[in-house]
């Protein structure tokens, strides 16, 4: 079970609660009936099955995203639509926003209204999550709004960190030395680089120290001014780490931690960090987490299909 408060911060709350012509609470209550609804002041409190509750702020989440992008008159049907999840044809207008013009000046763009959710989550954050599964664009848009930051002079670097776990093999036996090592487990931030940035400025930039690829025990006991941060593979972060991770943030800063939690290659015993912060900062003025799901991956059709076939193993054991 899970208790959580949905404030609605985006948009006015009188635009959703004020209205005549339908009863947002009613509405919501007949399309999740396994979650318990209370109305006060400018939230709503959910308690419930914590996937159905995931649900349905993510829901609600592209509801105040789509009223606020186009202003819409909102009324029964609309929302009816978006809460049931099959408002297709409104997403759709939604559905692309351009960050910026990478390589060969190849538009790059959040394809999703869960990835266009992060990119309007920076504007008014200095600290995004974006939680989801495989393939969904966590990383690929955070490094697009990092590097449009950085060209618009808006930060002075781009520091790109991952734990160093072992998701299932050995770092051990690769051969040469620790930057050896670690940079074909890096190989997935620097290939997203390369689409944005022209491979002779990027070297350059990594040169310099203007874009910064390391391990996350690399940045203990620094303090991350000017710079926009990416931790990614969050769910591998211990407590401890992404403690110290988030602690870190200086001023003019603005961090991002992706990660999927059904994905955490830690050892047993040990507690993902990922799971911690977004409980424990979810309510946090200046932070904002942004739930992805299926819907967002933008991988082979395939891809989709095993996802489902596991969720649905991992469902039934």
Known sequence: MKKTEYFINQIHPSEFFDKKDYDLVLLIKKHFTKIKIILKGDRLILNGDASLVTQLTARLDTLLLLIKSKNNIINDEFINSILSGNGKEIIETNKTKLILYGVGKKPIKAHTVNQIKIVVAFEKNDMVFAVGPAG??????????????????????????????????SLGFLPGELKDKLDPYMQPLYDSLKDMIAIEKLEDYIKRGIIEIAPLAYMRGRTLDDAFVILDEGQNATYNQMKMFLTRMGNNAKFMINGDPDQIDLPTKIKSGLKEASILLKNIKGIKIVQLDDSDVLRHEVVKRIIDAYKTKEELT
């Open 136 to 169: 969904t664009g966590k990383t690929y848009t955070g490094i697009a709004i990092a590097v449009k930051a950085l060209k618009d002079k808006a930060v002075k670097k781009i520091i790109l960190t991952r734990p160093a776990v072992e998701s299932g093999e």
